[in-house]
């Protein structure tokens, strides 16, 4: 395919933030022989807030990628979900389905997010670190032309252009709100904090654990707010976290940090993530912007993806399969509209690619906005934790609904069920 670079640009298309997202689309805009200039503020390896669980959606994202997702290629794998409410813990298997690959993983963003940016390398991207994007450039007719950025340790000023930005930017959203497209407080926002630990008992374990009761060893009676995963990295640590959602009367109100430690005083003593000396680093923390916070998700010649974009589930807060699949999704649209002359006709395309978001996860993310009033609810997250968990057919439907997980043609009678609400449920 011919490059559309005019004398003046520097790419085709600038990827800001080689994150899952970034990584994605400047992986798959290469392949389809964009020139593709992928432009990172920090330098790899580096840390980020995540749970590190990955679930079959995720993995499916990686092996269009052509990722080798082999234990031997330092992957972690998991059968499932550890669902755990007090008392009742109930194991669920990921769903067999022709759509998705059985199993999920588990890697630390430590050397995830270097990997899929070596990808994206390997596809034909030119990958800069080093390199802060600090703004958008604009043409005289407003459009996004290009961006400005601080490149070096000297944060040297210099400019980039190409006729077409991908920002994925993150949670900042810095490339988003220099077009005036800002957040939306009517969609579902969490926060979410974590630490590593070295566990011999929990490290190797092959199910992914979600706590949906959270309590303190202090005070065993009262719930505590939010609701907690332990991850096994496979490597002798577990990623432990917990997240608390914009629907809970404590969002914004508690020391998310303290909650953690009081969370894990009432572990058991062996796992050893009661014990600060066996923690691998301090806690972090991040916030998670859920169900398409900030729309449009193209204008002007700037295309957003992954968290740039509000793209985590609501259901579950997971973020990376979502951010991936909008940047093969972006890449999609960006190859078919650079293929034709700027004007018009090259605009028309760009302007399906929010389309096609809205058709893939609106719907879906509706339903996620409804779920999470709801569990906000202490009344109703406890009737539907001690009664709904003791159903296992009830609990592998919830198991496909919160990762959104079903075949889209065919399927069970669970996969006709969620994909027939995701398709009624307007578009959010």
């Known amino acids: ?3 559309s670079l005019q004398p003046s640009a520097d790419a085709d298309v600038i990827v800001v933030g080689a994150g899952p997202g970034g990584s994605a689309a400047a992986y ?8 593709v200039l992928l432009l990172e ?57 022709d759509s998705y690959p ?12 270097d990997l899929l940016a070596q990808r994206a390398v390997v596809g034909g991207a ?10 958008p450039v604009f043409d005289r007719a407003g459009r996004v032309c290009g961006v400005t950025a601080q490149v070096g340790p000297d944060k040297e000023p210099t400019t980039f252009r190409a006729p077409l930005v991908v920002a994925a ?19 579902p926002l969490g926060v979410a904090v974590r630490r590593y630990y070295f566990s011999g008992e929990k490290h190797d374990d092959d199910y992914l ?7 303190s060893a202090n005070d065993p009676d009262t719930l505590l707010p939010g609701y907690g995963w332990i991850f096994g990295l496979g490597d002798g640590r577990v990623n432990v976290g917990l997240g608390v959602l914009n629907s809970s009367s404590a969002f914004g109100k508690t020391n998310y940090r303290q909650l953690l430690v009081d969370w894990l005083s009432s572990t058991p003593e062996e796992w050893g993530m009661r014990d600060e000396t066996n923690a691998d680093g301090p806690i972090r923390g991040a916030g998670l912007p859920m169900g398409f916070n900030r729309v449009p998700h193209y204008s002007r010649g700037l295309m957003l993806v992954g968290d740039s974009g509000g793209m985590v589930n609501p259901f579950n807060g997971e973020g990376i399969a979502y951010a991936m699949e909008s940047g093969e999704v ?12 700027a004007g018009p006709a090259r605009e028309a395309v760009l302007r399906r690619y929010p389309v096609e978001l809205s058709q893939r996860f609106g719907g879906y993310y509706r339903l996620g906005g409804v779920f999470v009033k709801l569990i906000g609810n202490p009344t109703i997250m406890k009737l539907c934790t001690e009664q709904g968990m003791r159903s296992h057919t009830l609990m592998r439907f919830v198991l496909k609904l919160l990762a959104n997980l079903t075949d889209p043609r065919g399927g069970d009678a669970m996969d006709r069920v969620i994909n027939g609400l995701s398709k009624v449920a307007p578009a959010v």
């Not at 269009?64 to 109930?90: Q, Y």
């Not at 030119?126 to 703004?135: E, H, K, P």
């Not at 930017?169 to 969609?187: F, P, Q, T, Y």
């Not at 972006?330 to 002359?341: G, I, S």
């Open 169 to 187: 930017d993150g949670v900042s959203g810095r490339m988003a709100l220099a077009l005036g497209i800002n957040k939306r407080d009517d969609r």
């Open 28 to 35: 798959h805009m290469a392949s389809h022989g964009l020139d």
């Open 41 to 97: 503020k920090t330098e790899f390896p580096r840390e980020k807030v995540c749970g590190d669980g990955l679930t079959p959606k995720a993995v499916r994202q990686l092996l269009r990628m052509g990722v080798d997702t082999s234990p031997e290629a330092g992957w972690m794998h998991n059968k499932g979900l550890r669902v755990v409410a007090g008392d009742i813990k109930l194991t669920l298997d990921w769903p067999t389905l």
């Open 330 to 341: 972006a890449a999609q649209f960006a190859v078919d509209a650079l293929a034709r002359t």
């Open 126 to 135: 030119r990958l800069r670190t080093g390199v802060n994007v600090t703004a």
């Open 209 to 215: 654990e979600s706590w949906l009761q959270l309590r």
């Open 1 to 3: 395919m011919p490059s």
């Open 102 to 113: 059985a199993y999920g993983l588990t890697r630390t963003r430590l050397d995830f997010d």
